[in-house]
């Protein structure tokens, strides 16, 4: 079955890419593009939803540095940069001409605001983290902006091209969550809850061979059958992801449409609360690690596509180590380890899935049926999304969670111990500092290792694979992504073939 889905999407979806990075380009029309989570809000900065990311950034919202289709960072708002030699000194020049969608100029002035609103003690940006490091701003001219960084930051330009270092206006950024105001080459129309996103295009954009398209509108629809019955159906033009991969064989077979078979940054994980019992013993989690078979999750949830992972860092970021042999599958040793810790006859807990992600859903079930071969019995609980991100993910109501982590770099999250998996280990902190402060690339990859090594060795969460990128859309929709490693949806330069 792999073999077959491999041959199929290989040959008849990814040759006809070349003949269309090679057409001409054709304005208008509108473009319907369905996610399956709707974004708690539509401010990038204030919220760690990748739904909010996947509509507005990149589409509504830019930052100084963009993230292209290939992985590699390019100008944004910023036509380029200057990093000083000894590494703390960023000079950006920015972009003149750039107006925000309600008319008000972009520039040094307001790029300042934006980041001292980032690293103000008070800071409502959901990752503080990445801007805290930040220790002067400067504006010598207009178009001129200054960073002068406490230390060393390896991660600064991988963090400055995320969604939560874009540009919101001074004038009308309170409503960025319901109204958002950006100056990308969308701008907002209009938020019908529980079903939509509009936006249009935006005549005033400083690149004014972009967009393409006149419209897209983002529909939300959580179901993978809907959303494959409203592919099919016309209702919608682009699935940016395929939920169920076994319908992409089917989905292939149809000439009217056209589905890749590309990379993500996002890591599939079982999340584990490592402060709830019995999982704040790390000889269970260890137990754990060893009695999951990623191989066979892969083949039985995904299809056989995926990427086997021993670590939360995905094989297509740089300083990637494979870490898959430190817990083989071996539910000998996993029943032994469950001994050592006390519980020779196993134990019983609960895995709480999200309703939203079918591939969270039935990994969770593999999951289930390999812990019961050695003794370990998980009751499964389905829950809403806005109820996974309230008691699980706020709140740490749980013991056990299935999740795709689909933001690059984002290892540092495990600095945090009130992240939602509570894991405190002054160990991975300090390592995870001389990676920020490497000052040149043996460094950084030695420091970034050591930090996968340490919370594999750990097993703070059961490490699964790295998620595949399926999306779906009509023959005639050119120029979508095939490949992930930003998490927008970037429709900038999609269009229509008429």
């Not at 790390?282 to 995904?302: F, S, T």
Request: proline content about 7%; hydrophobic content about 40%.
């Amino acid at each position: 079955m792999k073999k077959l889905l491999f041959i199929i999407l290989s040959l008849t979806l990814l040759v006809p890419v070349a003949g269309v990075l090679a057409a001409t380009p054709q304005h208008g029309g509108n473009l319907v593009v369905c996610q399956p989570a709707e974004p708690p809000g539509l401010d990038p900065t204030a919220n760690t939803a990748a739904a909010i990311d996947r509509v507005v950034f990149a589409n509504i919202y830019e930052g100084l540095i963009k993230v292209e289709r290939t992985g590699k960072f390019i100008p944004g708002l910023a036509t380029r940069w200057e990093v000083s030699p000894g590494g703390k000194i960023y000079t950006f020049h920015l972009r003149k001409g750039v107006t925000f969608h309600n008319g008000e100029p972009f520039n040094a002035t307001v790029a300042k605001w934006n980041l001292e609103r980032a690293t103000a003690p008070n800071t409502v940006n959901a990752h503080p983290e990445y801007f805290r490091g930040i220790g002067k701003i400067e504006t010598p001219d207009d178009y001129t902006l200054v960073l002068y960084l406490k230390n060393v930051d390896a991660l600064f330009i991988p963090h400055m091209a995320e969604g939560d270092a874009v540009m919101l206006p001074m004038k009308g950024y309170e409503t960025a969550k319901s109204n958002p105001i950006g100056t990308g080459p969308f701008q907002f129309v209009k938020w019908v809850r529980g079903d939509r996103v509009e936006m249009t295009r935006y005549d005033g954009y400083w690149n004014p061979a972009l967009p393409y398209l006149d419209n897209v509108t983002f529909k939300f629809i959580g179901d993978p059958s809907a959303q494959i019955a409203a592919l099919k159906a016309g209702d919608i033009d682009v699935l940016g992801g395929i939920a169920a991969p076994e319908s992409a064989m089917e989905i292939s077979k149809d000439k009217r449409f056209k589905v890749f078979s590309g990379t993500t940054t996002g890591e599939v994980i079982m999340s584990t609360n490592n402060k709830a019992k019995p999982f704040d013993n790390k000889l269970v989690r260890q137990a754990m690690a060893y009695a999951i078979d990623r191989q066979e999750i892969i083949d039985l949830v995904m299809f056989g596509f995926g990427t086997p992972i021993g670590s939360h860092w995905s094989p297509s970021t740089p300083y990637y180590v494979d870490l898959t042999g430190m817990f083989p599958h071996n539910p000998q040793k996993a029943r032994e380890l469950l001994t050592k810790a006390g519980y020779p006859n196993g134990f019983e807990a609960t895995i709480k899935l999200p309703a939203i992600y079918s591939y969270s859903r039935r990994a969770g079930e593999v999951i289930a049926d390999q812990f019961r071969r050695v003794g370990i019995k998980l009751n499964i609980e389905i829950v809403e999304w806005g109820q996974w991100i309230e008691r699980i993910f706020k709140k740490k109501e749980y013991q056990l969670t299935m999740i795709g982590h689909v933001e690059a770099w984002d290892i540092g999250i495990y600095a945090n111990p009130n992240y939602y998996f509570q894991y405190d280990s002054q160990k991975f902190r300090d390592a995870y500092a001389k990676a920020l402060k490497a000052p040149n690339e043996e460094e950084k990859a030695k420091w970034f290792g050591e930090c996968q090594k340490i919370i594999a060795e750990d097993a703070v969460n059961g490490y699964l694979f790295s998620a595949p990128s399926l999306p779906a859309m009509k023959a005639a929709v050119m120029n979508w992504w095939e490949n992930y490693p930003t998490i927008a949806l970037d429709c900038t330069e999609v269009w229509w073939k008429k």
